[in-house]
């Protein structure tokens, strides 16, 4: 399935910080974390992935420290900050606005009936 990018970058902050708000992390590990959380239908790319932690951290909703892993690794670790828990909450309440719109309009529309079993 493709998602279109514009869905993917709209999505994205509420994603990475609700991840963090979980507990902190790495990079691949937010990959990896995406991935399972969409059933694999997510593929996020480092590319995608680092820009966003790095407006995120200079933003403030993220804070980064690097730690070294058990194979000897250096690996950067993000953790979300009070400043990054407010914006998520935020986030959280717009995300369910515009959820709930949708969730009316395609309750109310008339779609074939290949895309209303799903079957697109």
């Known amino acids: 399935m493709f998602i279109d990018k514009d869905l993917v970058a709209a999505s994205a902050t509420p994603l990475v910080l609700g991840i963090l708000a979980d507990g902190e992390s ?3 590990a937010i990959i ?3 991935n399972e959380l969409s059933g694999g239908r997510m593929q996020w790319t480092d590319g995608m992935l680092y820009p966003l932690l790095h407006r995120l951290e200079r933003s403030g909703y993220v804070s980064a420290t690097w730690r070294t892993a058990d194979n000897g690794r250096r690996r950067k670790h993000y953790a979300i900050t009070d400043s990054g828990k407010e914006m998520l909450a935020d986030r959280r309440m717009q995300w369910s606005v515009v959820a709930e719109a949708l969730h009316q309009v395609w309750q109310a529309a008339q779609l074939p009936p ?3 079993e799903g079957r697109s």
Do not use: D, L, N, P
């Open 114 to 116: 290949a895309v209303a």
């Open 26 to 28: 790495y990079g691949y």
């Open 32 to 34: 990896k974390r995406v």
